[in-house]
């Protein structure tokens, strides 16, 4: 950020501001608290000791598990060794998948653990594996993570990290003193287009970044036809007894890396938040259930559409959305505007000051469509030139869930620092409870936690992947 004098600003700035950026709920915290005051390392460019074999277990294989069962059975350097769940039946299910895909060598001896709520704790105990992956209900993310690193696990955890503040720091701390890593797996940081406009970004292309838009626009209302087990069954009361940005991450994710948010150029700093009326859940309950269903006994207060407006330390501005109620399609709205550009998604666009060299004229007109194909091969970023064509054939929303664990076991083994880590997974699933407070209060700003307690000053950006 030359124009915006980065290095000037970062000497003015100090360990002294580090409270005033610890969240509105954060005051009352004194300077001996386990916030400030533990016996744990930083860990925003930690690199675990390496790996020869990555021993998994799964907890959880519901329709987001069991992807992430068979498709890490699949990576060279991986034995599965444990699955928890629920339900046997999901549970023994997946657990043949893996034993079919390691074809009698990997993968063999597999410890299945089902039916009471807590048999992921005695296979915790039990197996001691050297990574867990969580793909649970929300409640259940930030208990299972902190309990799987006190264990000597490294933890992966399905969105959102956490779902309050108080749990977010508890992982920050348990991750520090454990030395285990503890990231959220955002699979939309490795989609095709989204890597592209990281290489662009970090190539200069669009000159200083100034503003951002991220949208997660769902419609989901069928979930609610899940109603004893399943995805629906769970999300729904979220969905009724918080109004808020529930789900911010897939859009939020990538913008914050394109901005180096909380590695070492810029950071979160305040939020604002808005939601409509909470109208579609209750009539679509209204249409589908009878009037005695538990879906019409809740008070729906969610509102459809939220819209949230999170301001850089920097100056910088984000805009995010979130709607999984509404009738409209799906758009997971990715946009980053630079002095010298914009880039933009849903579809894959750009705009450049004096046009794209060869397409366009200038920059009131999209490059789009076919005509990106120079765009691709002059940026198409290494690391999807390198697995792209082996993770589309893997799958997982396109190829993005096989690329993000084959990334997390490739960093695992070689004893490299992880492409996500503790802090972002943190800062990025702030906005779900920081929205809730911001709408409860009118839209009044809420100041971000600073999760690295300053040290993102010194964290490496994201690299380029060569």
Known sequence: MKNLDRRSFIKKTSLSGVALGLGSMMPAYSENHPIFNHDGKYMGDFAAPKLSKVRVAIIGVGARGRGHATRLATIEGTEIVAISDLYEDLANKSADKCKEIGK???????????????????MLD???????????????????AIEAMKKGAHAFVEVPLAVTLEEMWDIVITSEQTQKHCMMME????GREELLYLNMCRQGVIGDLLHAEAAYIHELRGQMNQQERGTGSWRTPHYAHRNGNLYPT??????????????????????????????????YAEKNYDKDHKWNKLDYKGGDMNTSI????????????????????????????GTKG????????????????????????WAQGDQLEKIYEK????LYLRLGELSKKMGGHGGMDFMMLYRIVECLRNGEPLDQNVYEGCHWSAVAPLSEQSVALGGAPQAFPDFTRGKWKTTAPLGILK
């Open 126 to 144: 039990e197996v001691k594996p050297d990574a867990v992956f969580i793909a649970t209900n929300w409640n259940n993310h930030a208990p299972m």
């Open 342 to 365: 914009t880039l933009a998604g849903f579809p894959t666009r750009v705009a450049l000051d004096g046009g794209v060299e060869g397409i366009t004229k200038d920059h009131h007109s």
């Open 310 to 337: 999170i301001k850089t330390t920097l100056g910088r501005t984000i805009m995010i959305q979130w709607d999984e109620t509404s009738p409209r399609p799906y758009s997971r709205h990715n946009l980053v505007q």
């Open 187 to 190: 699979n939309v940081n490795y």
């Open 250 to 283: 897939h859009g939020l994710g990538p913008v914050a890396q394109y901005m180096n948010l909380a590695r070492g150029e810029d950071n979160f700093s305040s939020l604002v938040s808005f939601s409509t009326p909470a109208l579609g859940r209750k009539q």
């Open 379 to 382: 940026y198409e970023h290494p």
């Open 104 to 122: 009698g060598s990997r993968h063999k001896k597999i410890a299945v653990y089902h039916g009471a709520e807590d048999k992921w704790k005695l």
